[in-house]
């Protein structure tokens, strides 16, 4: 075994096609199939069942999971060498979602900037989903996202809950008073989600508190990101639900939290569990260390009164 062979397989995996993979791996399609036969004789296990489209065995998917963790620490360890050799700074990538820009993502930054001056801090917005990929490839060091996961390899610390809050168009009837809504006023209504393209995302996090409570929108439209939805509340195309940081972004647009405990989304710090580098224990103290600064946007008004609790 290889990291050649390493590198065939999680090409398959991710394509689910050995004809795609092939043509992004620039080879012909029988000796990449001949490749992955071979790696599944040496290990003795079947790893993909070849059907349409290629599905990856129990011994597969763990294989995947296990094969981006090397492929990503090959890279970053060759990546960090040619660094010490250039006399560079270390890379630290930070993926995040785009509403945690409105509330403790520019502060922490700041914070870890004047703490390490060493580091040459990248920032990638990426949904929650993909900050997990990009964790176990090594393409980041930390992730902040909204959704919950089940991924044993990535540990993932509630930083908060924060609360949701109802867009709507101006001159509507929702706009008379700026109280608190129930979630039963989107029933009948237009909604709009976000983001469109990679599920599971916000908007199936905001369909489910919809479907749990029994409240159905007259219609759902997807939108790409955040401000677009935003832009098409202010069209009048319908009405959005959003983190009460991001109430900040329009002023063409009225907002109104919702009412009740479990109308929140949670702020996720997303990591290797495997990750070893004192960056990682720099950021939980830097985060509580700005938690006990109560800042405004850490205000009862936007969050519960919940407070970061770290794992291993």
């Avoid at 096609?17 to 092939?22: I, L, P, S």
């Avoid at 955040?226 to 329009?250: D, F, H, K, W, Y």
């Amino acid at each position: 075994m290889d990291l050649r062979q390493l590198r065939y397989f999680c090409t398959v995996a991710r394509e689910r096609n050995f004809t795609r993979a092939a043509e992004l791996l620039h080879m012909a399609q029988p000796p990449l199939s001949r490749q992955i036969q071979l790696l599944e004789e040496e290990l003795g296990v079947t790893l993909m069942l070849r059907s349409r489209p290629i599905r990856l065995t129990d011994a597969g998917r763990l294989f995947y999971e296990q094969a981006l963790q090397i492929l990503g620490r090959v890279e970053q360890m060759e990546a960090a060498t040619r660094r010490m050799g250039k006399n560079e700074r270390s890379v630290f990538g930070i993926g995040f979602v785009a509403s945690t820009l409105y509330g403790g993502l520019p502060l922490l930054v700041r914070k870890l900037r004047q703490h390490s001056p060493e580091l040459d801090i990248r920032l990638m917005e990426m949904t929650s989903m993909q900050q997990i990929e990009a964790l176990k490839e090594g393409r980041i060091d930390i992730g902040l996202g909204r959704l919950r996961h089940h991924d044993q390899a990535v540990a993932g610390d509630v930083l908060r809950e924060e609360r949701l809050a109802l867009a709507v168009p101006l001159g509507t009837p929702l706009t008379d008073t700026d109280a608190p809504v129930a979630l039963s006023a989107v029933a009948g209504l237009p909604l709009i989600v976000y983001p469109k393209d990679v599920r599971p995302g916000f908007a199936d996090q905001v369909l489910n508190l919809l479907h749990e409570n029994n409240v159905q929108p007259s219609e759902v439209q997807e939108a790409k990101e955040l401000q677009t939805a935003l832009g098409l509340v202010a069209a009048e195309s319908g009405v959005c639900i959003v983190p009460s940081a991001s109430r900040q972004l329009r002023s063409d647009v009225h907002y109104r939290l919702i009412e009740g405990e479990r109308a929140t989304s949670p702020v996720i710090l997303n990591y290797r569990r495997s990750d070893e580098s004192r960056y990682i224990d720099i950021v939980k103290r830097l985060i509580q260390e700005m938690y006990a600064e109560n800042p405004p946007w850490l205000a009862l008004e936007h969050n519960l009164p919940t407070r970061p609790k770290f794992g291993g």
